[in-house]
């Protein structure tokens, strides 16, 4: 996976839910999340070749379940300061639950920082 060296984590208080970025994520992990949301519309090639050419991944953990419950893979559009979201899945056991709200707060609370000027 192409994805840069800064790694960060986002724990919420009282939620057994952490968030990371660009930690050493495996395959297996990513596709745990994502293979059942979009799997058959992309096919498992085109969905790994996705995943390898991000430069950003963000996770949700259940330290609960000891499992990635969600995964946004985002590319740098560095000319222009923007990131493009190229998939963003929240596992149908989770959904509805906030993760996929607090995993998007993470990204954009990130991207100000980065002094980003847009998300699409």
């Given at each position: 996976m192409n994805v840069s060296?800064?790694?960060?984590k986002l724990s919420l208080s009282s939620s057994p839910i952490s968030i990371y970025h660009n930690s050493k994520f495996s395959f297996?992990?990513?596709e745990s999340v994502l293979e059942p949301l979009f799997g058959n519309y992309y096919g498992i090639s085109e969905l790994r070749a996705i995943i390898?050419?991000?430069d950003h991944i963000?996770?949700?953990?259940?330290?609960?379940?000891?499992?990635y419950v969600?995964?946004?893979?985002v590319r740098t559009y560095n000319k222009d300061k923007v990131l493009f979201i190229n998939l963003f899945g929240v596992?149908?056991?989770?959904?509805?639950q906030g993760i996929g709200t607090r995993?998007?707060?993470a990204i954009k609370n990130w991207v100000q920082k980065?002094?980003?000027?847009?998300?699409i």
């Open positions: 060296d800064n790694k960060s297996d992990d990513v390898s050419n991000v963000w996770c949700a953990y259940n330290t609960t379940k000891k499992q969600a995964c946004a893979l596992t149908q056991a989770c959904q509805g995993l998007l707060k980065q002094k980003y000027v847009a998300i």
